[in-house]
């Protein structure tokens, strides 16, 4: 239940909050714009102003909730921080967003951090180009 899980992170079940995790859970695709959450509450009638949206966002990454990607200059997406970890494929004409897990990547990810002496903590592996409908129309 949305409510069992803001309280489990220290947040007070508002009604804002409940519907903006709602949309996160809800969101396809997974990775959306506070602009996006905010244009789909609109459209369902909700009464809720942008800068709510943005609060509620920082309320939920702060408690590890969502995890924000700064994939383009200056836009943030948001995704629910649940599931594995994973990797992203960014299209950088249509922003489209895909998600994928490599056996391999992640292997060689920590070799290379041993190599180098680091003890790995965390990491994001970030692949930008052209997705395939993308490209169909550019040819």
């Keep these: 239940m949305k409510k069992d899980k803001l309280l489990k992170v220290g947040l007070k079940s508002t009604a804002p909050r409940i519907k903006i995790l709602h949309m996160l859970e809800k969101a396809n695709p997974r990775h959306v714009s506070a602009e996006n959450i905010y244009k789909k509450l609109l459209g369902t009638g909700e009464d809720i102003a942008l800068a709510t949206v943005y609060r509620v966002l920082l309320q939920f990454e702060q408690a590890?909730?969502?995890?924000?990607?700064?994939?383009?200059?200056?836009?943030?997406?948001?995704?629910?921080?649940?599931?594995?970890?994973?990797?992203?494929?960014?299209?950088?004409?249509?922003?489209?967003?895909?998600?994928?897990?490599?056996?391999?990547?992640?292997k060689r990810q920590v070799k290379i951090a041993m190599q180098a002496g680091f003890k790995m903590t965390d990491h994001h592996l970030t692949i930008y180009g052209v997705c395939q409908q993308c490209h169909q129309i550019q040819t």
């Design 64 to 106: 590890r909730l969502i995890i924000r990607h700064n994939f383009e200059e200056g836009r943030s997406v948001f995704e629910l921080a649940e599931g594995a970890h994973h990797d992203h494929l960014v299209c950088i004409q249509c922003h489209m967003v895909a998600e994928f897990v490599d056996a391999e990547i992640e």
